[in-house]
């Protein structure tokens, strides 16, 4: 069982920066695709970015490319979300999430961490 912890949420002003961490425990780091989705009031959930790891390919959604950038440091079992010129429309409860590899759903949840922009 994996367990995931995020943690860097807050609030900041268009086009400020924050940058979101995913603690994993549990097993072996590189054993799960991790992937970061988001879910703002009133609206279903997003992805957001993507990770593979037997591709070694990220994927970003369309309203984040060129402005968030996934990362991981393999000695903390951690990954991170750097969020930068953020937007209001940016303001959701971000979740991390992981899926053993070569699954397609994702099994695992973290608790979420609130992102709030304001203009």
């Known amino acids: 069982q994996v367990q995931l912890v995020e943690s860097g949420g807050g609030l900041v002003q268009a086009g400020g920066s924050l940058r979101l961490s995913c603690a994993v425990s549990?097993?072996?780091?590189?054993?799960?695709?991790i992937g970061w989705f988001r879910q703002a009031p009133g609206k279903e959930r997003e992805f957001v970015v993507r990770f593979n790891w037997n591709e070694g390919t990220t994927y970003y959604a369309d309203s984040v490319k060129g402005r968030f950038t996934i990362s991981r440091d393999n000695y903390k079992n951690t990954w991170y979300l750097q969020m930068n010129s953020l937007k209001p429309e940016d303001t959701a409860v971000y979740y991390c999430?992981?899926?053993?590899?070569?699954?397609?759903?994702?099994?695992?949840w973290g608790q979420g961490t609130q992102v709030t922009v304001s203009s």
């Open positions: 999430a992981a899926r053993n590899r070569g699954a397609y759903e994702y099994a695992y």
């Open positions: 549990g097993r072996t780091f590189s054993s799960y695709d």
